[in-house]
């Protein structure tokens, strides 16, 4: 089983659409995780944080159910600037040891 | 607001020449990771650094890579031969000490490596 697997996508979406996407990851003993983004050929950036049940900001959600080892981010009233890919990460271990990314999910927003 | 750099922005170079990236890690973090990208995968982990040593590395970097931090401000990821499939984009990040728990990595913008 793959360390991050994350749906797919892409998604294609209108503005001010609600938009989800999901991870799953195998290593139970993880106690934190991140959603970051990535613009095209652009390094990854820091979305959120979850370390607990969940986390809101502002137009971003995260969600995270331990026991079926998933995690979530909704995005509300999709902006055309949230086009870009969505990267679920999940470090081994330690805080400070490596992090597992999964493949990303694209998301178009469009006019 | 601090951020990490790297350079070259894009290096070209023959199969089999040896290659230096440089990083510059944000000035108070003392934990430094290299990472790489292949065009269309994901982010794959290949080392990671703390007191002037590697403190875990991956299946990929082998001994054609090493790192350095050869002063206080750079770190430096070698490949000593180059291969066509380590053509990819190389991130270097950092990250501070965690005092929450949290061990957010800032990444440098990348360089970008082509091998012919």
């Known amino acids: 089983r793959k360390e991050v697997e994350q749906d797919p996508g892409p998604f294609n979406v209108p503005e001010g659409a609600t938009v989800a996407f999901n991870c799953t990851y195998s290593?139970?003993?993880?106690?934190?995780f991140f959603w970051y983004r990535q613009d095209c050929r652009k390094e990854p950036k820091l979305l959120m944080s979850?370390?607990?049940s969940g986390n809101e900001d502002g137009r971003f959600t995260a969600q995270l159910n331990r026991a079926s080892q998933y995690i979530s981010l909704l995005i509300r009233d999709s902006k055309l600037s949230d086009s870009a890919t969505y990267l679920c990460?999940?470090?081994?271990?330690?805080?400070?040891?490596?992090?597992?990314f999964g493949r990303g999910t694209q998301l178009t927003v469009w006019p | 607001e601090p951020e990490v750099t790297q350079t070259p922005s894009h290096q070209v170079t023959q199969m089999g020449q040896e290659v230096i990236l440089r990083c510059v890690p944000i000035?108070?973090?003392?934990?430094f990771y290299w990472y790489r990208q292949i065009l269309g995968q994901k982010v794959e982990f290949l080392v990671s650094?703390?007191?002037?040593?590697?403190?875990?590395k991956s299946e990929i970097f082998d001994d054609q890579f090493s790192v350095e931090r050869p002063d206080g401000s750079n770190f430096t990821l070698k490949i000593r031969s180059t291969k066509l499939e380590d053509s990819a984009m190389y991130f270097c990040?950092?990250?501070?000490?965690?005092?929450?728990?949290?061990?957010?990595?800032?990444f440098g913008p990348g360089t970008r490596l082509t091998v012919l």
């Open positions: 290593n139970s003993a993880s106690q934190s």
């Open positions: 990040a950092s990250t501070p000490l965690p005092t929450s728990g949290s061990n957010e990595q800032f």
């Open positions: 990460v999940v470090p081994r271990g330690s805080t400070l040891g490596r992090l597992y």
């Open positions: 650094f703390y007191n002037n040593e590697i403190s875990e």
């Open positions: 979850v370390y607990s």
């Open positions: 000035s108070n973090h003392l934990y």
